[in-house]
């Protein structure tokens, strides 16, 4: 893929294309967009466990940080932060999948994730590695069946094991609801390119 070609696709869709040539580089460029005293919101990604954002996110005393996956909370808390972090200053996530063309393709099992990055928060930070760049939306929806939400589902299930839950995730119960965006308002989405495989 020329990611030339792919950056500047981003950028007619009205998207800020930033390439990070490591994860280390992703994170410093990530904090840039964490402002002191604004409320962040948290869609589910390994992409960005990986590259320490949620670390850094989770100890940052600076900001708001809206955090449904914190240990111990009532499915009810976890249900009104996710309404929450919808509506957040800013929405922290990966993306399923990005086509050669700049359209970015998400699924999600309850919703909050990809109603945040098509609607919801002030602003989008994306974290991608390069392993989610496809052809085109219809590869996109193929990664996704065949690899993002089989390998959630086996993601998820391992840590309800750990938690003393029911293992009941599937690929088709967490990739219920999908979103497609082709362009946004300039500003808004930052998709930070990562040139290292990351996440699902």
Do not use: H, W
Not at 101 to 119: H, K, M, T, W
């Amino acid at each position: 893929m020329d990611i030339s070609a792919l950056k500047l696709n981003c950028e007619r869709n009205g998207f800020e294309f930033i390439i990070a040539k490591t994860k280390q580089e992703a994170l410093e460029i990530a904090k840039r967009y964490i402002v002191k005293g604004s409320s962040v919101g948290l869609g589910g990604s390994v992409s960005i466990e990986e590259i320490g954002l949620l670390d850094y996110l989770v100890n940052n005393k600076e900001i708001k940080l809206i955090n449904q996956y914190e240990s111990g909370i009532s499915k009810e808390e976890n249900t009104r932060r996710r309404k929450e972090g919808i509506t957040a200053d800013i929405f922290v996530t990966g993306t399923n999948a990005l086509t050669a063309n700049g359209e970015l393709v998400n699924c999600d099992g309850e919703g909050n994730r990809v109603a945040a990055q098509i609607f919801g928060s002030k602003k989008l930070l994306l974290v991608a590695g390069k392993n989610k760049i496809v052809r085109d939306i219809q590869s996109a929806l193929e990664r996704i069946r065949t690899v993002a939400a089989v390998k959630n589902a086996a993601r998820l299930n391992e840590k309800a094991v750990t938690f003393g839950k029911e293992p009941n995730f599937t690929s088709e119960n967490i990739s219920k609801k999908y979103g497609i965006i082709t362009r946004d308002a300039p500003g808004r989405t930052i998709i930070i390119y990562v040139d290292e495989n990351l996440g699902y």
